[in-house]
Structure formats: C-alpha cells, structure tokens
C-alpha cells in the first residue's frame, strides 16, 4: 500500500519575471529573471513549491541546464518518500548535469511538501530561533546619478545596510578608471545616505591589490565599508587571505564557496571572516553544514540570493531566521522584480521580513493554476 507522504509527480515549469530594471553585477546584468517553477505533489494531495534561479552572469548556470536536471531527478524522486527528505536531496548531486539551483527548487518543493502536511512553518523546521530579521537593500552596478537615486528611495524605505555592486566598469576601461568610477558612486551613495551601513560586493571584479587601493581612497573620504564581498576572483584564495589578513574590513566569500568542502578548506586557512551561503548556489542540505563549518570554525554568517523571486527569497529568510546568527543578511530581489505571481511567504516592513504570517511550509502558492 503507497503511503500517504509517497512522492506521486514531479513537475517544472518556466517562471520568467521581468525586472524594473536590469540586476547588475560585475560580470553581467540580467533583465528578465528566467527561473523555474518545481512542484511536488503526494499521493495525499499535498503540494510542495520550489524555485530554481539560475543566473548566468554569477555562475554560468542557465534555464535550460537548470530544466534539464530536474527533469532528470524525476526517476529518483517520483516513489520516494517526502519523510526522506535528506537521504533524497544527498542522492541528487550525483545525476547527470545536476546543478545548484535545481538540487535547491527539488530539495525546497520535499521540505514544502513535507512541512505543509505537518502544519509546520518552515522557520519553525529549521529551528524557530527568529521570525524577523533585517535585510540591506542593493544599488546595482551603473551610474554615479543612478546610484545616488537608488539609495535616497533605499533610505525612504527605512532600510539602513545598503549593498553596493562594483567592479563593473566600461570592458575598455583601465582599473584606475575602473576605480575611481566606484569610488564615485561609493560616496554619492554615503552623501545621500550619511548613516547607513554600507557593503561592497565586487563579485569577483578586483585584484587584492586593487581592492587594497581602493580601501585607500575610501579611507580618505571616511568611509569604512561594514563589509566587502567578494572582492577577488573565484579562484583566487591568497587574494581573500591577503585582504582578510589586513584587517582593514571584514571579507566575506561568495563565488568562492559553493560548497561544504569549499566552507572547510576557506576556514581552514583563514581566508576569510564570512560565508556567504546562497540556497540557490548548492542546494539546502549542503547549505546546512556550511552553516555547521562557518560556525565551527568562527566564521560569521551570511545569506544572499540570485535573483529570485518572492517564493526562494522566502525560503532563505527561513532558513536563516529559523537558524539564528546570520550576521548579514541579503535577500532583497523580490523588490526588484515588475510582477510577484504568488500568494503568501514572507513581507517586508522597511528592512525588516516578517515571517509570521507563515502558518505551514514556506507558505507561498502560485497564483496561476498554470504554474
């Protein structure tokens, strides 16, 4: 007899979003967020929702290699048990093509699933310790005016930890250039917003010794940075250790760890003072135990997100508040974003998101049966 909590279908479904503008980063910006929809559903009739977020100008993963994996995990997650929920989700990462943002939306759509029957907020699943937490608000990479506009309607929010991307000047442009253009927009941004907490996150964009300089030049202007994120390539961990010896401003990883073993070695040799955990870059369970490293090993916290929507935005919010001691916290995307197609999840006061209203799982439902 098939029980209950018996895994019956596994679907996806495209979710392309458009933006009110193009996200930009250091590598690339995106002007429609071309995500995907998974459902879950038992043979009680339970539904569990998942999202996978693919962004190509962080990781080079794409819609179509996201699709293409969860539709290869049907065979091992059609039959099984949502009870399972981990033994499923340590099975994932050896199928074929698997990537990051697919192991997330299946593992998020079994613990929605699971959770829901239960009549369990997923905060509460993971550990019930906060039901609000305070997130910055991002300026995206573009003009010093831009900037500038971006951080007063930031501030008019009540959000006080602004995000700043950088690294991203003209191809053409020399470093120098390059620099003295953040630099700009670094003050512009302190000017309008004289009391605000500021985060650099250069994803990948500078040379230690550039990063370096420009902390110089910051220097002079009085601005010390809360934090800098990624200031150096992927690859480069004498970089980060080079910066984060200094002591100059806390250097927290992202591209650099998209995984427990990642957390392990960059903790191990002290290359950084924070872990960035991304549910989207390696998936839920994986993200728990580079939670379990970080704290181990004295790293503070960090939880960010590509560019998701209301639904994978909520599910970090639980994970992180239900958990407790994320020292940053980065999970603003849904605000830039021209359409919201759910019902439900987590609200935003400010810079404050509010879980409580969640009374079982993530709590969040499409609003479209076609989704």
């Known amino acids: 007899m098939t029980a209950p909590t018996t895994i019956r279908a596994l679907t996806v479904a495209p979710l392309d979003i458009p933006l009110h503008e193009p996200f930009g980063i250091a590598s690339g ?3 429609v967020a071309r995500n995907l ?13 998942g999202e996978a977020a693919p962004f190509p100008a962080f990781n080079g993963e794409t819609q179509d290699m996201a699709h293409a994996a969860i539709l290869a995990a049907r065979s091992l997650v059609e039959g099984a048990d949502v009870r399972e929920w981990r033994r ?13 943002s697919a192991r997330c939306a299946i593992e998020t759509a079994i613990l929605d699933a699971l959770t829901r029957r239960a009549r369990l907020p997923l905060w509460a699943f993971f550990g019930g310790v906060a039901t609000r937490i305070e997130t910055d608000v991002t300026v995206t990479t573009g003009g010093i005016a831009a900037a500038a506009r971006a951080a007063q309607a930031i501030v008019a929010r009540g959000v006080t930890t602004i995000k700043i991307k950088i690294g991203a000047g003209d191809p053409d442009a020399t470093t120098i250039r390059t620099m003295e253009h953040d630099l700009a927009r670094i003050v512009a941004i302190r000017d309008v917003a004289p009391t ?4 650099l996150d250069g994803n990948c964009g500078y040379t230690a010794p550039d990063a370096l300089r420009l902390l110089d030049m910051l220097g002079v202007h009085g601005i010390v940075p809360a934090l800098f994120e990624q200031p150096v390539a992927k690859d480069d961990e004498e970089g980060l250790r080079r910066l984060t010896a200094t002591r100059r401003v806390p250097v927290a990883a992202d591209e650099s760890v998209a995984s427990a073993t990642d957390a392990a070695r960059l ?8 872990l960035n955990i991304k549910l989207m870059k390696c998936g839920i369970v994986e993200a728990l135990d580079i939670a379990a490293i970080a704290r181990t090993a004295g790293l503070h916290l960090m939880i960010g997100g590509m560019v998701e929507s ?9 994970f992180a508040a239900g958990q407790g001691g994320f020292r940053f916290v980065d999970l603003d995307t849904p605000l830039f974003l021209a359409e919201n197609p759910f019902d439900g999840g987590m609200t935003y006061h400010g810079g404050t998101i509010d879980l409580t209203l969640i009374e079982a799982g993530h709590g969040v439902t499409p609003r479209s049966p076609a989704l």
């Open 29 to 31: 910006a995106q002007e």
């Open 37 to 49: 929809l998974v459902a879950v559903e038992l043979t009680d009739g339970t539904r569990g929702y």
């Open 88 to 100: 499923i989700a340590l099975a994932l990462p050896a199928l074929p093509g698997m990537t990051g």
């Open 196 to 199: 605000a907490r500021l985060i």
């Open 267 to 274: 903790a191990r040799n002290a290359a950084v003072d924070v």
């Open 310 to 318: 209301l639904l994978a935005m909520t599910v970090s919010a639980c």
